[in-house]
């Protein structure tokens, strides 16, 4: 069971970044899937997750409207495409699986800058 | 949104002690969707507890979580050298999913 993340960069503040997730060793498409974040020195803060089928999708208030989750079954595939990025959204972003059993399985973390 | 505060903060004990873990909810956690986690230094986070008082897949019974609707304890009965870490709770039956802010358990 393995979620390897990338895509993370440094982008200048109101940039784009899509972050990416390929899962393997479990059955992807039975699962919600989760983007959560870690600043620098902070705690964990959950971004967004996605219904199995893609079919809901949920976000955290400061990333509606710029943050977009999407996955592609048929890859076993998760993305984040984030849009008019800010300083504060810098972070590691972790891919993990969700459930009614906790979180159960992360990715290292792919780290993202946000700055000038 | 819930908010969940831990307490305490930090916590320094010797290997083969008791460490009791606090997390304090806002508004009652639905259904027991209360977890655990353990984060080390440049680690991913792991899932300890789920479901309040579950234990994840492989997790040595020193370890176990109690509680229910806005007060939840996560207790590690002997404390080994590999226990000390960050631990974080994490409320996942309401939207927006919250964490705490975490309880750094040091070897005094």
């Known amino acids: 069971v393995q979620l390897v993340e990338s895509g993370g960069g440094l982008v200048q503040p109101g940039g784009s970044l899509r972050l990416s997730c390929a899962a393997s060793g479990f059955t992807f498409n039975s699962y919600w899937m989760s983007w959560i974040r870690q600043a620098p020195g902070k705690g964990l803060e959950w971004v967004a997750n996605?219904?199995?089928?893609?079919?809901?999708?949920y976000y955290l208030d400061s990333v509606k409207g710029r943050f977009t989750i999407s996955r592609d079954n048929a890859r076993k595939s998760l993305y984040l495409q984030m849009n008019s990025l800010r300083a504060e959204d810098t972070a590691v972003y972790y891919c993990?699986?969700?459930?009614?059993?906790?979180?159960?399985?992360w990715g290292q973390g792919t780290m993202l800058s946000v700055s000038s | 949104e819930i908010v969940l505060t831990q307490s305490p903060g930090t916590l320094s004990l010797s290997p083969g002690e008791r460490a009791t873990l606090s997390c304090r909810a806002s508004q009652t956690v639905s259904t027991h969707y209360l977890a655990w986690y353990q984060q080390k230094p440049g680690q991913a986070p792991r899932l300890l507890i789920f479901?309040?008082?579950i234990r994840a897949t492989g997790l040595p019974d020193r370890f176990s979580g109690s509680g229910s609707g806005t007060d939840f304890t996560l207790t590690i009965s002997r404390l080994e050298p590999e226990d000390f870490a960050v631990y974080y709770c994490q409320q996942y039956g309401s939207l927006p999913i919250t964490f705490g802010q975490g309880t750094r358990l040091e070897i005094k």
């Open positions: 996605i219904k199995e089928d893609g079919s809901e999708k």
């Open positions: 993990a699986r969700s459930g009614f059993s906790g979180t159960s399985v």
């Open positions: 479901g309040a008082s």
